[in-house]
């Protein structure tokens, strides 16, 4: 007697029979041989068909439903066949083996078993070689077989890529009751653009059923991408906001909806939240409300909120870190380039913004988000009435560059378009014409000569040498410039500058405390007050 593992006492005779057995040998050949190849582990061809032939004996002999048990609980008990399985299948990749086509069908229920790495359904599909036959399988095991959940997510998959109609019912069976599938590779979308109109919103309006689950959320969502039945949604986001159910993690998709529906209240109701959640007790305050889709919202008559907003996002007294209120900060750059898109938003966004200037003057940080923000708003509101050249207007205006040392003057009345166009005291055409109505004003060409005397000073300090530089590069720019939105780029950066020179007079209690000026600059006080006066009268010549 020979005493073997774990204290059992086993006789030679069941270690011969053991050692045998052929699929014990196969196991042991499949561990021998496995990743071995660089270890120069050769396999010779006898032995390659020694596994051919009891892979192929044990396949045909195979049982099919003696693979693995789906528990009540999702999890899966496993029987010898499933290892048997996975070894038929190693063995078929690694020598080309080629079961039967019926062995292939019955096995496409276990495609994920091994885990996806495996690429298992793709490998099926080949080795079945009728694309109808499977299908028909794919098709058959959704809405007959008990699958785990991997191959389960395979098979939804392979349904909606190839848009297997018979499939549809238990596709949705699954959606709305299995809490892992539809959170899988954008399934739900994917899905609902292969049914009509009609069904996407019923089958939608299932999935919204229990308003606190993620599957209710990814459902809005997709209806929001369509933008389809917004009545629904709206009154689910509303539901959602009023019972505040805890936890509350689906508030920024609730007021994101709320966005996307222009619906009355909503930056009220958006500002109420931020301001609640601001007046928590938190380590930190980037979870803020991140909102998604503010392009729909129009509603000029709520834009005074934006200034509590602003007030909160910006609030030096609760922000620790670079990332609180990140959200609320994109918000607020998004709505007010949202809404200065039309002439009417621009200029209530713009007084807006303004009256909240002149309140923060003294806070240098607030100062400059603000400046950001009317910087964003003239951008989007310059760009909205911008129009691009047609080609023939390209050509005649690229003709009209080429051609600009030449002392001829174009008139542009036979080029382009000039209906309400404000063309005083403009001639464009050879050089020293004047191209705009900035290009001979005496406060640009005042404070480019002050710029320039000031570029000659030698200093060490290199954010005075910036605003220089970029001072004279954008006074430039303004004089030769011809389309608007250009205009206000250049302007854009001017401002900043023109804001730099007011804050230092502040910064010097209106210029008596020169001590915190370079010294280079202490006896030009009065040009660099001269300077910025001129830049405010061309901020604001029209």
Not at 456 to 482: M, P, V, Y
Not at 504 to 531: C, Q, S, Y
Request: proline fraction near 1%; glycine fraction near 4%.
């Amino acid at each position: 007697m020979v005493n073997l593992f774990q204290n059992h006492v086993v006789s030679l005779i069941r270690i011969y029979k053991h050692i045998g057995n052929d699929y014990f040998l196969l196991f042991q050949i499949k561990d021998k041989i496995k990743d071995r190849e660089n270890e120069g582990f050769e396999v010779k061809e006898e032995h390659i068909s020694y596994i051919k032939t009891f892979a192929l004996k044990f396949a045909k002999e195979f049982k099919f439903d003696k693979v693995i048990n789906i528990k009540s609980d999702g999890n899966l008990g496993l029987y010898n066949g499933y290892y048997v399985l996975k070894l038929l299948y190693f063995f078929d990749k690694k020598y080309d083996i080629k079961y039967s086509q019926d062995f292939y069908l019955k096995t496409l229920r276990y495609c994920n078993i091994f885990g996806s790495a495996e690429g298992t359904i793709q490998f099926v599909k080949d080795r079945v070689a009728d694309i109808k036959l499977f299908n028909e399988q794919i098709t058959y095991n959704l809405n007959n077989e008990m699958l785990d959940s991997s191959s389960l997510k395979d098979h939804i998959e392979y349904a909606i890529e190839n848009k297997l109609e018979e499939a549809y019912n238990v596709i949705e069976e699954n959606f709305l009751n299995d809490r892992f599938i539809y959170s899988q590779k954008n399934f739900l979308s994917k899905y609902v653009e292969l049914i009509p109109k009609a069904k996407q919103i019923i089958f939608l309006e299932k999935c919204c059923t229990e308003i606190d689950s993620y599957l209710c959320w990814r459902a809005v969502e997709v209806t929001v991408e369509k933008k389809i039945n917004e009545s629904f949604i709206l009154r689910i986001a509303k539901q959602y906001l009023d019972e505040k159910k805890d936890p509350f993690v689906f508030a920024s998709d609730a007021l994101n909806v709320l966005f996307h529906c222009n619906a009355e209240g909503t930056l009220s109701t958006y500002t109420g939240f931020l301001r609640n959640f601001s007046q928590t007790v938190r380590k930190d305050y980037r979870d803020d409300y991140n909102i998604r889709d503010i392009s729909n919202y129009k509603r000029l008559d709520e834009l005074p909120m934006l200034v509590e907003i602003f007030e909160i996002a910006y609030d030096e007294n609760l922000k620790k870190d670079t990332f609180d209120f990140h959200h609320s900060q994109n918000v607020l750059k998004a709505l007010v380039s949202s809404l200065s898109d039309t002439k009417r938003g621009y200029k209530a966004i713009h007084a807006i913004l303004y009256d909240l200037k002149s309140k923060i003057s003294d806070n240098d940080s607030k100062l400059f988000y603000a400046n950001m923000l009317i910087d964003d708003s003239q951008l989007s509101y310059y760009a909205s009435i911008s129009k691009p050249f047609t080609f023939k207007e390209a050509k005649n205006y690229l003709e009209y560059i080429e051609n600009n040392d030449k002392q001829k003057t174009i008139i542009m009345g036979d080029y382009f378009d000039f209906k309400g166009a404000n063309l005083k005291n403009t001639q464009i055409g050879g050089k020293g014409n004047t191209l705009n109505v900035y290009s001979n004003n005496e406060d640009l060409n005042k404070a480019k000569e002050i710029l320039k005397e000031f570029e000659q000073i030698k200093i060490d300090n290199e954010e005075w040498k910036n605003i220089f530089t970029e001072g004279l590069a954008d006074l430039t720019s303004l004089s030769e410039e011809q389309s608007e939105p250009e205009q206000e780029k250049s302007k854009s950066t001017l401002r900043k500058i023109h804001d730099y020179i007011l804050d230092i007079g502040k910064r010097t209690n209106d210029w008596k405390n020169i001590a915190v000026l370079p010294v280079e600059f202490h006896d030009k006080v009065p040009k660099l007050i001269e300077l910025g006066n001129s830049l405010l009268r061309v901020l604001h010549l029209k």
